[in-house]
């Protein structure tokens, strides 16, 4: 497996992927739906009372898993080490804004699911917070099962972000939505 191709494969199950299980130092691990920021972030939103929402505030370090089972004996999944943090006042209404477009493109389905940004903020029912990915593994079985290659491959973290930032400025984030 040459350099490029754990990236292409990462970003690839990221930006078509739409849930992701998010492990906060609780210990406690929680399944939200994501979108791809224009930064390379991962986005999603939580009510700030949530168990997940106020262990971040107390250590932002978390860990993510994102996988993709085609059968039982091939998957793929990422892994990743990050720092979550909620949007402050200066971003929210633009990371609100990425997420819905993001995990949303249809505009009368997005329409149907967009909390307006009167229901955001640190004392209402909805906060935004975003992943920014510091560490990450692909794990692929698809060369194991020949006994080519290893299941677990390092990932060039900033490699990463560069190529999630040009997916998440595209007009959607995740494919088949």
Same mark, same amino acid.
């Given at each position: 497996?040459?350099?490029?191709?754990?990236?292409?494969?990462?970003?690839?199950?990221?930006?078509?992927?739409?849930?992701?299980?998010?492990?906060?130092?609780?210990?406690?691990?929680?399944?939200?739906?994501?979108?791809?920021?224009?930064?390379?972030?991962?986005?999603?939103?939580?009510?700030?009372?949530?168990?997940?929402?106020?262990? &971040?505030?107390? +250590?932002?370090?978390? $860990?993510?898993? !994102?996988?993709?089972?085609?059968?039982?004996? =091939?998957?793929?999944?990422? /892994?990743?080490?990050?720092?979550?943090?909620?949007?402050?006042?200066?971003?929210?209404?633009?990371?609100?804004?990425?997420?819905?477009?993001?995990?949303?493109?249809?505009?009368?389905?997005?329409?149907?699911?967009?909390?307006?940004?009167?229901?955001?903020?640190? &004392?209402?029912? +909805?906060?935004?917070? $975003?992943?920014? !990915?510091?560490?990450?593994?692909?794990?692929? =079985?698809?060369?194991?099962? /020949?006994?080519?290659?290893?299941?677990?491959?390092?990932?060039?973290?900033?490699?990463?972000?560069?190529?999630?930032?040009?997916?998440?400025?595209?007009?959607?984030?995740?494919?088949?939505?």
């Amino acid at each position: 497996m040459d350099a490029s191709e754990p990236i292409s494969a990462s970003r690839e199950l990221i930006a078509e992927s739409r849930y992701l299980a998010l492990a906060t130092a609780g210990p406690w691990i929680a399944t939200v739906n994501y979108a791809v920021g224009r930064c390379g972030e991962l986005l999603f939103c939580s009510p700030p009372e949530a168990r997940h929402s106020t262990d &971040v505030e107390a +250590r932002r370090e978390v $860990a993510v898993a !994102i996988h993709r089972a085609v059968d039982l004996t =091939t998957i793929s999944g990422v /892994q990743i080490v990050g720092r979550c943090r909620p949007a402050g006042p200066e971003d929210l209404d633009d990371k609100r804004s990425q997420f819905y477009e993001s995990a949303f493109p249809d505009p009368l389905v997005r329409q149907q699911w967009e909390v307006p940004l009167t229901g955001f903020g640190p &004392v209402k029912p +909805r906060m935004v917070y $975003a992943i920014t !990915i510091d560490e990450c593994w692909l794990f692929d =079985t698809r060369n194991a099962q /020949q006994g080519t290659g290893a299941r677990r491959h390092a990932v060039d973290a900033k490699a990463l972000v560069l190529a999630l930032s040009r997916e998440g400025k595209k007009d959607h984030g995740h494919a088949g939505s």
